[in-house]
């Protein structure tokens, strides 16, 4: 079953800096990909989703990912950091092919400092 | 506005006791999810339901029923079998429950048992 990673379950930046949380996924053949946002006692708001055969993914809120196949990896980007960007972020992948569930991974916390 | 509801946001009951969380969507959404969230550990997919009258146990369905009679409403019990039901609870739909067609979440219910 397909799986989802990712590194560092708390990331700090200061307010203009750039933001980097990472996600790497388990399958051989590429699946669905997509980054979600949480902010306190609230749902999951979509941020993005992967297209197959793109490489940067652009999605709202200034945010992109860039998919690499060689890597396995879905790395999540904003190249200046808002305080407003605080917040809880998911990667989640789905199979292709069939219909299935979609899997999330276990969440990074990003602070946003002055 | 189309949207996802969930109600109530807070609920509390006591050990013992079974427990029914409501999901109505007007999306005229097919696929339709509830996912369990926990500190640390992301979102764990308890059942889902690709179409009326159908449903799938997910990775944690024990001490957990749903039913699915309506396209626009997919409700959980949690039953007294369920070891540990204190979590933030989130429910979602999607278009259908394959390809890349992403999942739109509600606003979660937080269910304290004690």
């Known amino acids: 079953a397909q799986s989802v990673t990712q590194l560092g379950s708390h990331v700090s930046v200061s307010e203009g800096a750039l933001v980097l949380l990472r996600c790497n996924y388990s399958s051989s053949v590429p699946p669905y990909l997509f980054w979600y946002v949480q902010y306190p006692n609230q749902g999951l708001q979509l941020l993005l989703k992967?297209?197959?055969?793109?490489?940067l993914v652009k999605g709202i809120n200034g945010f992109e990912a860039e998919f690499k196949k060689s890597e396995t990896s879905f790395h999540l980007t904003k190249p200046s950091a808002h305080m407003s960007d605080a917040a809880e972020y998911f990667c989640?992948?789905?199979?292709?092919?069939?219909?299935?569930?979609?899997?999330f991974g276990t969440g990074t916390r990003l602070q946003v400092t002055l | 506005d189309g949207g996802i509801t969930q109600s109530p946001k807070y609920l509390f009951r006591k050990e013992g006791q079974n427990v029914t969380l409501s999901c109505e969507q007007n999306?005229?959404?097919?696929?339709m999810y509830w996912y369990r969230q926990d500190p640390g550990q992301g979102l764990r997919l308890i059942y889902y339901?690709?179409?009326?009258?159908?449903?799938q146990k997910g990775d944690i369905a024990e001490g957990y029923s749903v039913s699915r009679e309506k396209k626009e409403s997919f409700p959980l019990t949690v039953t007294s079998a369920q070891k540990n039901p204190t979590a933030f609870y989130l429910c979602?739909?999607?278009?259908?429950?394959?390809?890349?067609?992403?999942?739109?979440f509600g606003n979660g219910t937080r269910l304290t048992v004690t």
């Open positions: 999306l005229n959404h097919d696929a």
């Open positions: 339901s690709q179409i009326v009258n159908d449903f």
């Open positions: 992967y297209t197959t055969g793109a490489t």
């Open positions: 989640a992948v789905r199979d292709t092919g069939t219909a299935s569930k979609l899997t």
């Open positions: 979602a739909s999607s278009r259908e429950g394959r390809t890349n067609s992403p999942l739109h």
